[in-house]
């Protein structure tokens, strides 16, 4: 699993962050590697450089082999927190999709 980051120019892109957040992806998403070619992680902040709730957005675009890219957003007052909210709506959402799609296979089998 490919993990990419894209960042507005408000939201700082080190080397030292984008390891730690694509740590963070990985190690919750491992249950889903096998089926996950990629992670697309855009955060922006929402009101540039003025103050405001819930400003900064995280969108994680997932791309599963064969299949149409699995997108959710989610925003918070931190970098880590929305990145953490769209991982469990992430997750939600490959339980549904791959579970569908594994039992789809099965039936296709018999």
């Not at 960042?7 to 998403?29: A, C, N, P, W």
């Not at 994680?60 to 997108?71: M, N, V, Y």
């Not at 929305?82 to 490959?94: E, G, N, Q």
Request: glycine share 6%; charged share 30%; proline share 2%.
């Amino acid at each position: 699993m490919k993990v990419l980051f894209n960042t507005d120019k408000t939201i700082s892109g080190s080397e030292k962050g984008q390891h730690y957040f694509t740590s963070m992806v990985e190690e919750r998403l491992r249950n889903y590697e096998a089926d996950i070619t990629r992670v697309e992680v855009h955060l922006s902040d929402e009101n540039g450089k003025k103050e405001g709730p819930n400003d900064v957005r995280c969108l994680l675009e997932t791309r599963i082999g064969g299949r149409q890219p699995l997108a959710v957003s989610s925003q918070a007052n931190t970098v880590e927190h929305a990145l953490s909210t769209a991982i469990d709506k992430l997750s939600a959402t490959l339980e549904t999709t791959l579970g569908k799609m594994h039992s789809h296979k099965k039936q296709v089998k018999i």
